[in-house]
């Protein structure tokens, strides 16, 4: 995977490549299980959960979404900037300071209390814009969202600021990977109160969501008419269930390059502690690879990689910018091989069982992993 650099040729010592083909058939797949009926907005927060904001970006826009769903300002710019003139909605509040380039870059903030109601109505005015925006309702979460007991409130002062237009209205699950525990179904009807609250008032929003990817696939009555898929875009099931109702393929797989291969006894120690101690002869593949990486320490003595098809069990602690793993039961192993950390064309690694092995979730993973590495786009497959 070369790179010319002032004449010179360097090699990545690791790098993510990025499938684009699998992000537009995981979309293809989504979909095809809502219907037509329902648009998609997908999240593609935090650099597209490590994948990289624009490119994933662009090839979503291309292949037909109804907007973005981002919750910094900072990237709100860099999708403008990238000429993406699709609707982007904020979907975790705003400050007070973005209140300007809000209306200048045409985002649609999702309004979380009253304070930012009460923010948008008297900034609105002022300006004499008019300004769309997402009212977001706490069904349980006690995340963000205006409680149901504030309700009235809310639609009082979007009552008296008839240049706020409520486009839509929202919630957000906290355990849709489990559709009938007794906290999905009661934040459902607590969702559908708010509703019904809201028509009776005689607002009439386009958009109705509360699904992200894991109701998405899993609750066909949590869909209404916007949808919005994340993790299940980059080809992560959230949860086991998912995996009997979506067809999904991983988009990142992580790589890097074997940098030595080392001979230890039987009896000797492996890396800081030493958390490991060989039982026997064996032979250790280091790779330039740590938890400055995102490859994290939580993975010493628990994390795998595939070698030669192989899985190769990580020994020793992760340290900075190296990792062991054994490959005693390799026979041919030099420095340069590569090594799938993550991903892979068969999903050698699954970012679910190895994020599980750190005691983390998927998205973790993806985002620290993702987060400095160079990426490698491919366009078909």
Same mark, same amino acid.
């Given at each position: 995977?070369?790179?010319?650099?002032?004449?010179?040729?360097?090699?990545?010592?690791?790098?993510?490549?990025?499938?684009?083909?699998?992000?537009?058939?995981?979309?293809?797949?989504?979909?095809?299980?809502?219907?037509?009926?329902?648009?998609?907005?997908?999240?593609?927060?935090?650099?597209?959960?490590g994948?990289?904001?624009?490119p994933?970006?662009?090839?979503?826009?291309?292949?037909?979404?109804?907007?973005?769903?981002l919750?910094d300002l900072?990237?709100?710019?860099r999708?403008?900037?990238?000429?993406?003139?699709?609707?982007?909605?904020?979907?975790?509040?705003?400050?007070?300071?973005?209140?300007?380039?809000i209306?200048?870059?045409?985002?649609?903030?999702?309004?979380?209390d009253?304070?930012?109601?009460?923010?948008?109505?008297?900034?609105?005015?002022?300006?004499?814009?008019?300004?769309?925006?997402h009212?977001?309702?706490?069904?349980?979460?006690?995340?963000l969202?205006?409680?149901?007991s504030?309700?009235d409130?809310?639609?009082?002062l979007?009552?008296?600021n008839?240049?706020?237009?409520?486009?839509?209205v929202?919630?957000?699950?906290?355990?849709g990977e489990?559709?009938?525990?007794?906290?999905?179904?009661?934040?459902?009807?607590?969702?559908?109160?708010?509703l019904k609250?809201?028509?009776?008032?005689g607002?009439?929003?386009?958009?109705?969501?509360l699904?992200?990817?894991a109701?998405?696939?899993?609750? !066909?009555k949590?869909?209404?008419?916007?949808?919005?898929?994340?993790? /299940? @875009?980059?080809? =992560?099931? #959230? *949860?086991? +269930?998912?995996?009997?109702?979506?067809?999904?393929?991983p988009?990142?797989?992580?790589?890097?390059r074997?940098?030595?291969?080392?001979?230890?006894?039987k009896?000797?120690?492996?890396?800081?502690?030493?958390?490991?101690?060989?039982?026997?002869?064996?032979?250790?593949?280091?790779?330039?690879?740590?938890y400055?990486?995102?490859?994290?320490?939580?993975?010493?003595?628990?994390?795998?990689?595939?070698?030669?098809?192989?899985r190769?069990?990580?020994?020793g !602690?992760?340290?900075?910018?190296?990792?062991?793993?054994?490959?005693? /039961? @390799?026979?041919? =192993?030099? #420095? *340069?091989d +590569?090594?799938?950390l993550?991903?892979?064309?068969?999903?050698e690694?699954p970012?679910?069982?190895?994020?599980?092995?750190?005691g983390?979730?998927?998205?973790e993973?993806l985002?620290?992993?993702?987060r400095?590495?160079?990426?490698?786009?491919?366009?078909?497959?």
């Amino acid at each position: 995977m070369p790179r010319k650099t002032r004449g010179s040729d360097i090699r990545w010592s690791a790098w993510a490549e990025i499938d684009l083909q699998a992000l537009r058939e995981n979309l293809k797949a989504i979909k095809e299980l809502v219907g037509p009926q329902v648009s998609i907005l997908p999240v593609i927060k935090s650099e597209a959960y490590g994948h990289g904001l624009i490119p994933i970006a662009k090839v979503l826009a291309a292949e037909g979404v109804y907007g973005f769903g981002l919750s910094d300002l900072e990237e709100v710019q860099r999708i403008r900037e990238a000429g993406l003139a699709l609707p982007v909605i904020l979907l975790s509040g705003f400050e007070p300071s973005w209140l300007p380039e809000i209306v200048r870059l045409r985002v649609i903030p999702a309004v979380i209390d009253l304070y930012q109601l009460r923010l948008l109505a008297e900034f609105s005015k002022r300006q004499g814009k008019k300004v769309a925006l997402h009212l977001k309702i706490d069904t349980g979460m006690n995340r963000l969202g205006i409680h149901p007991s504030e309700l009235d409130q809310a639609l009082s002062l979007l009552e008296d600021n008839p240049q706020l237009e409520l486009s839509g209205v929202m919630s957000h699950l906290a355990a849709g990977e489990h559709p009938r525990a007794v906290i999905t179904r009661q934040q459902k009807a607590l969702f559908e109160e708010a509703l019904k609250e809201i028509k009776r008032r005689g607002f009439r929003p386009r958009f109705i969501h509360l699904a992200n990817s894991a109701a998405c696939i899993l609750d !066909a009555k949590a869909r209404y008419n916007l949808v919005r898929p994340g993790l /299940a @875009l980059y080809g =992560v099931y #959230p *949860g086991p +269930e998912a995996r009997k109702k979506i067809k999904l393929k991983p988009v990142m797989t992580y790589k890097a390059r074997v940098l030595s291969v080392k001979e230890v006894a039987k009896g000797e120690g492996v890396g800081y502690g030493p958390l490991y101690r060989s039982q026997g002869p064996m032979k250790l593949a280091l790779v330039p690879v740590g938890y400055d990486d995102g490859y994290l320490r939580a993975l010493s003595n628990r994390g795998f990689a595939s070698l030669k098809g192989e899985r190769v069990p990580v020994v020793g !602690a992760v340290s900075m910018r190296c990792t062991a793993f054994d490959v005693s /039961a @390799l026979k041919d =192993v030099s #420095p *340069g091989d +590569e090594i799938v950390l993550l991903g892979g064309e068969g999903g050698e690694v699954p970012v679910e069982e190895l994020a599980a092995r750190a005691g983390l979730i998927s998205y973790e993973l993806l985002c620290l992993l993702g987060r400095k590495v160079s990426k490698i786009y491919l366009r078909s497959s």
